[in-house]
């Protein structure tokens, strides 16, 4: 992993972390939806709002589908250039 894949990496854990209001321990790079009490459709988008923010970016609602893990979302970020 780059150091700037690294750092999008680190920057996607503690937002799901803050958003899913969980222990940062509880995640890492293979988590997904289901392996999260807390982490709901509400959740979800919650968390697709935040992402849009901190790296102002508008998420295609066909990628919606796919932000279901940690590697989806990051998918998702890399094909809006974030990553």
Do not use: R, Y
């Not at 937002?15 to 959740?43: F, P």
């Not at 590697?71 to 990553?83: D, E, F, H, M, T």
């Amino acid at each position: 992993m780059t150091d700037v894949s690294e750092n999008i990496a680190n920057q996607l854990l503690n937002v799901v972390a803050e958003i899913l209001l969980c222990d940062l321990s509880e995640l890492n790079m293979t988590t997904k939806m289901e392996d999260i009490s807390q982490w709901d459709s509400i959740a979800n988008i919650n968390l697709i709002l935040k992402l849009e923010e901190l790296f102002d970016i508008e998420i295609p609602p066909a990628s919606l589908v796919e932000m279901t893990s940690m590697p989806g979302i990051l998918k998702v970020l890399q094909q809006s250039q974030v990553a």
